[in-house]
Nanobody, 114 residues
């Protein structure tokens, strides 16, 4: 059974940092590229970051470039999203997504507010 479990969300002040973790099970993690997406209230889900199977390729949405870093540990079957200099517009439900198989986690909430 495929499962993606996100954690690490929370409430933080503008300028703060959080690290999200997504732990995978039920499939060959090292064979799948991974992604982070987010969905703010009243908005569509949007792409945040991508990492290839061997971490050789990483891509980011323009809105998070220079502030967010995606990484993975294939031995731990985990993908991470380090988020620095958080802004109120980063407030959203953050989802982990696997590409092979195509599968979504349930999300972890990030709230940035003073």
């Amino acid at each position: 059974q495929v499962e993606l479990v996100e954690s690490g969300g929370g409430s933080v002040q503008p300028g703060g940092s959080l690290t999200l973790t997504c732990v995978a099970s039920g499939f060959t993690f090292s064979s799948s590229s991974m992604n982070w997406y987010r969905q703010a209230p009243g908005k569509e889900r949007e792409f945040v970051a991508f990492i290839s199977r061997s971490s050789g390729t990483r891509q980011y949405a323009d809105s998070v470039k220079g502030r967010f870093t995606i990484s993975r540990d294939n031995a731990k079957k985990a993908v991470y999203l380090q988020m620095n200099n958080l802004k109120p517009e980063d407030t959203a439900l953050y989802f982990c997504k696997a590409d092979k198989p195509h599968y979504w986690g349930r999300g972890t909430q990030v709230t940035v507010s003073s």
